[in-house]
Antibody
Framework: QVQLVQSGAEVKKPGASVKVSCKAS????????IHWVRQAPGQGLEWMGG????????EFALKFQGRLTMTRDTSITTAYMEVTRLTSDDTAVYYC????????????WGQGTLVTVSS | QSVLTQPPSVSGAPGQRVTISCTGS?????????VHWYQQLPGTAPKLLIY???NRPSGVPDRFSGSNSGTSASLAITGLQAEDEADYYC???????????FGGGTKLTVL
């Protein structure tokens, strides 16, 4: 079965960076893009961007351009998301999701990674 | 504020039918981009509920259905059950922003 397993919770200081991993299994990793969606406490879902594992091509939401890096390691079927220059507004649960079943259809999700930004 | 607008909350009694609206614009739903719906139970990751406007993934009961009209979409839930109490999000593509957008979410309460 398709599984996306994310790395554990992180606590960071303002100005720092955080890198979250998403280990995929149960399907051909190269064939489906991985996207990142975040959810601030008590708030809704916010799309951040996505990466196509086969080529490494990325797309970003405008507000994250310049601060978000997405990479992948196909040898270990893992995608990564790094956000730099963190502020308290970046405190959120970060999810990875597989784009499957159609364009922009997120059919499988990771369990989420809580990133807390606090001085 | 979200690009796609949803009511913050809806409610219904067990067995009833409820609908959740998702209002967009000419750069997303009105441009014929597909709408998808997700269900998020408390403390869990979102789950795909409806894709491409009105299709259900395997395992999703046929009590859930989706529809579109103009710049809006709707999710309908019939035969409401206690286990349906969750947050629901619509999603589409926006050509002005060049990426995916979500609605603000709707909390469904089963009375």
């Amino acid at each position: 079965q398709v599984q996306l397993v994310q790395s554990g919770a992180e606590v960071k200081k303002p100005g720092a960076s955080v890198k979250v991993s998403c280990k995929a299994s149960g399907y051909n990793f190269d064939a489906y893009s991985i996207h990142w969606v975040r959810q601030a406490p008590g708030q809704g879902l916010e799309w951040m961007g996505g990466i196509e594992p086969s080529s490494g091509a990325t797309e970003f939401a405008l507000k994250f351009q310049g601060r978000l890096t997405m990479t992948r390691d196909t040898s270990i079927t893992t995608a990564y998301m790094e956000v730099t220059r963190l502020t308290s507004d970046d405190t959120a649960v970060y999810y990875c999701a597989r784009e499957g079943g159609g364009d922009d259809v997120f059919d499988n999700w990771g369990q989420g990674t809580l990133v807390t930004v606090s001085s | 504020q979200s690009v796609l607008t949803q009511p913050p909350s809806v409610s219904g009694a067990p067995g009833q039918r409820v609908t959740i609206s998702c209002t967009g614009s000419s750069s997303n739903i009105g441009a014929d981009y597909d709408v998808h719906w997700y269900q998020q139970l408390p403390g869990t990751a979102p789950k795909l509920l409806i894709y491409d406007n009105n299709n259900r993934p395997s395992g999703v009961p046929d009590r859930f259905s989706g529809s579109n009209s103009g710049t809006s979409a709707s999710l309908a839930i019939t035969g409401l059950q206690a286990e349906d109490e969750a947050d629901y999000y619509c999603q589409s593509y926006d050509s002005s922003l060049g990426g995916s957008v979500f609605g603000g979410g709707t909390k469904l309460t089963v009375l």
